[in-house]
């Protein structure tokens, strides 16, 4: 079967670094999406990886390695406003997307 | 530039009656169309899909429905909501057939009392 894992939650202090983990399953695979959810918002696009390697956008980078099956969302001088819940997800080789559940992330002052 | 409007934003409907969610994209032509259902602190659950007017794919069999009688609208509808309806929806677009990202609406909040 299809599956995405990610951690429920996770919990960092203001200006520290935090890593997100995603490991995914899926049948055939076209790229791996991060969105950014603050609560009772809808998602907001955050990275795409299709290749292997880091992709840096600001104080957020994304991490894929295909052979692995795994991605990780890197978060750096961490803002109160970081608070909300990220989301891994995966196109399969039918472009259909799998989501992960989300992780929550507790930013603490 | 492209735009993607959902509504409404909030809605607490009793069981039994009727839904209609209606969702427009802006700004761009023959988008991908999706209707999303997420449960307090779960993922993206898919619900319909459409590539086309009139072309809907179903991923969960339920009471709920979706048309596309224009290129840029989707309705999401139900005659007859449950309890287990509730939920925050999520209409999104992308465009074309390539690995680009989702889009999404700002979200419909329904409670079914």
């Known amino acids: 079967g299809q599956n995405i894992d990610q951690p429920t939650e996770m919990t960092a202090t203001e200006g520290a670094i935090v890593q997100i983990n995603c490991t995914y399953q899926?049948?055939?695979?076209?790229?791996l999406f991060w969105y950014q959810q603050h609560a009772g918002e809808a998602p907001t696009f955050l990275s795409y990886?299709?290749l292997d390697g880091l992709e840096e956008k600001g104080r957020f980078s994304s991490f894929l390695s295909r052979s692995k099956g795994y991605s990780y969302l890197l978060l750096k001088e961490l803002q109160m406003k970081d608070s909300a819940s990220y989301l891994c997800a995966a196109w399969d080789s039918n472009y259909q997307l799998i989501w992960g559940a989300g992780t929550k992330l507790i930013i603490k002052p | 530039s492209q735009t993607i409007h959902q509504w409404p934003a909030t809605l607490v409907q009793p069981v039994g009656s009727p839904l209609s969610l209606e969702c427009t994209v802006e700004g761009t032509s023959n988008p991908n169309l999706y209707w999303y259902r997420q449960a307090a602190g779960r993922g993206l659950q898919l619900l319909f899909y459409s590539v086309g007017i009139g072309q809907i794919s179903s991923e969960v069999p339920q009471n709920l429905s979706a048309s596309r009688p224009q290129d840029r609208q989707f309705i999401l509808s139900s005659k007859k909501l449950l309890l287990s309806d509730s939920g925050f929806y999520l209409c999104?677009?992308?465009?074309?057939?390539?690995?680009?990202?989702?889009?999404f609406g700002e979200g419909s909040r329904l409670t079914v009392l």
């Open positions: 899926t049948s055939g695979f076209n790229g």
């Open positions: 990886n299709v």
């Open positions: 999104a677009w992308r465009q074309g057939t390539d690995t680009g990202e989702l889009f």
